[in-house]
Every structure is written in structure tokens, then in C-alpha cells.
């Protein structure tokens, strides 16, 4: 299921950003090698950063890590490189009387080159090395968190049949049991039990458990003076597991994002749901996210009886900075009507 539910976030990701995807019939190694790239790329964010230089580059063992993480990452921005170079050239070919695809790579070179024609002293467009490693934050933060995240909501819907029928009852309401009705922003918008699910399932197993900030100013904060350039670690894992914001949190509970009529989703108290992140940091992806893991639970629940393949069985969970899911098996088999 990890594996599987990697491939097909991939593929809308690639899409959304970049305009195309490898396809999982013709090019299935390429999607695979971007994502093993993307991954070595995470790894890699953590060996830098927790293990200093000097061991890094000196240190036997460490200097062939070090050098295996270096030439992925190489891989890497030449695939990339490759995927701008096309679509510049896309660009420049482009016949006047047709629309351009809106996906964001297009955009971004677009906006970068109308910017290169009338300068603003204010504004400068994106180089691009730039552009590159825009698409690395994209792909690095929105396969694995997404792909993880619909893991999880499966595991914890098999887990809890009375939550499974509320969510297909509700999908049936908004869509039909043979999906009827497209699968617009509009009706996904309608979907409040489903959101409340995948809410309540990040609260229970968070992608990011722990992240921090970095103060640029003397602030004071739980009562203590902390002084410019203080690194704080937020918990987020315990202030999800909170009993002083959360009543019963080991327990799965949807409801608790809902009103007491179940007809809208309620505000979260501040600072107590963390999904996200919060301020000018938050996730600039969540609406993306959203969307992606509320459409594939309106395919899935639809088309699918959906179970355990163990009733026994726990989440296989690899933690490196992230709560990514390893390993998860699910036995799927055609909704008769």
C-alpha cells in the first residue's frame, strides 16, 4: 500500500507541478528513480545537518555516505535540469494561437521571463537554480506527507467500522454509489466527515511529530526571556496527545472536528491542531493536499471494499525527521451494487 499510494501521489504531483509524469506504463523506472532520488534528498537534509563536516568527509564510513548522497543528489538536478531545459523549449515553440498549459512550472518561467523584459526595481525573477530547487521543496514535501497521510486514513478507517460507514455514507450523499457526479473543488468542499478523518488522523500520527523556529528577536515566551537566535523546538506530536486541549487523544475520534448538528467542521482551539504548521511558515501546499487525499478516498471508498489484509496488523512507521509510512498491506476487491 506505501509503495502504491507513493506512485499514484507522484503522478499527480508531477502533474500538477510540472504539467506531465512519467507514465506508469511507458516510463515506469523514471517515476521511480525521481522518488528514490527524492528520498536519498530527505535522508540527506538529516545526515547534513545532525552529523558535523569534519566526520562527514574524514570518517571511512561516513565519507562513502556522504559521497552516495552527493552523487544522488547530482542525479538528481540532472533530471530536472532536463525537465526546465524541455519545457523552456516547450515554451519557445509554443504556437501564438493556442493557451499554454497553467501548471507551475510554465508559470514560474513565464512569470521569469515577463520579468526579464520589464524590470521593477522591487522584482527579480527566479534564476534557474532556483526554479530547481522550488521543485525539489514541492516534490520533497508533497509526495511523502500526502502518500503517508492516505496510509494512515486507511489504517485507522479498516480499524473502525462505524467510522468507515459514516465516511462511505457520506461520499455516497455527495457523489452517488457509482460516482454520478464529477469530482469538482465544489463537492470535495461538501466532504465535512472526511476532512474530519483526515484531521483527526494527522492528529493522531503527525507527518512532521517535531519542527522548530528560530527567533530573530529577544521574545518572551512560558514565562522565560529568550534571547535573538534561539532555536525552539515545537512538539507537535504531545500538544496533538494533550489532555489539557484534547479529551481521550489515543482515541479515534472524528467527531471531535465536527458540530454537534455533523453538518459543518468546527475551528480547531488555536495552536492546539498543527497539521499544518501555523503562520507565514504553514504548509503553502495544504490546499493541494487536501485535495489530493480527499479525491483518492472518494475513488477508493467507491469503487472498493477496502480491508486489512491482518486485522493484527500495526502501521510499519520509519521515523527520519518525518513519520513516513514503510510498509502497510490492505486487501481491495470491486463494490458490487
Not at 180 to 186: A, D, H, I, K, Y
Not at 225 to 232: D, E, L, Q, S, V
Not at 241 to 247: A, I, Q
Request: hydrophobic share 40%; proline share 5%; charged share 25%.
Amino acid at each position: 500500500m506505501a509503495c502504491w499510494s507513493k506512485l499514484i501521489v507522484a503522478n499527480f504531483v508531477f502533474k500538477t507541478i510540472i504539467g506531465t509524469s512519467p507514465s506508469f506504463e511507458s516510463s515506469p523506472n523514471q517515476i521511480e528513480e525521481i522518488i528514490d532520488r527524492i528520498d536519498d534528498f530527505m535522508e540527506m537534509m538529516n545526515y547534513f545537518c545532525l552529523i558535523p563536516r569534519w566526520i562527514r568527509y574524514h570518517l571511512p564510513w561516513f565519507k562513502t555516505r556522504t559521497a552516495k548522497y552527493l552523487n544522488s543528489k547530482k542525479q538528481l538536478d540532472v533530471i530536472l535540469d532536463e525537465i526546465i531545459e524541455q519545457r523552456i523549449k516547450a515554451i519557445n515553440n509554443w504556437a501564438p494561437d493556442k493557451a499554454l498549459d497553467a501548471d507551475l512550472l510554465t508559470l514560474l518561467l513565464l512569470v521569469r521571463d515577463s520579468i526579464e523584459k520589464f524590470p521593477q526595481e522591487i522584482l527579480r525573477p527566479f534564476d534557474r537554480h532556483e526554479i530547481q530547487h522550488f521543485l525539489i521543496e514541492i516534490f520533497l514535501a508533497g509526495i511523502d506527507s500526502t502518500s503517508s497521510t492516505i496510509c494512515s486514513i486507511i489504517y485507522f478507517v479498516c480499524k473502525n467500522p462505524h467510522v468507515k460507514k459514516l465516511l462511505v455514507e457520506e461520499i455516497e450523499k455527495i457523489f452517488g454509489p457509482n460516482l454520478e457526479q464529477p469530482v469538482t473543488t465544489q463537492s470535495l468542499n461538501k466532504l465535512v466527515y472526511c476532512e474530519a478523518v483526515i484531521k483527526e488522523t494527522n492528529r493522531s500520527i503527525p507527518f512532521v511529530p517535531i519542527t522548530s523556529r528560530y527567533s530573530e528577536s529577544p521574545d518572551e515566551l512560558g514565562g522565560f526571556h529568550w534571547p535573538a537566535g534561539t532555536n525552539i523546538g515545537i512538539n507537535i506530536h504531545g500538544i496533538h496527545m494533550n489532555t489539557l486541549h484534547w479529551t481521550d487523544p489515543h482515541s479515534f475520534k472524528p467527531e471531535r472536528f465536527i458540530s454537534a448538528d455533523g453538518n459543518e467542521l468546527v475551528p480547531e482551539t488555536k495552536n492546539t491542531f498543527l497539521m499544518f504548521g501555523r503562520g507565514v511558515r504553514a504548509c503553502m501546499g495544504r490546499k493541494l493536499s487536501m485535495i489530493i487525499v480527499k479525491t483518492f478516498m472518494v475513488l477508493i471508498f467507491t469503487k472498493y471494499e477496502v480491508e486489512l489484509l491482518n486485522e493484527g496488523q500495526d502501521l510499519k512507521i520509519k521515523y527520519n525527521g518525518t513519520n513516513k509510512c514503510e510498509e502497510f498491506f490492505i486487501h481491495l476487491k470491486p463494490r458490487i451494487r
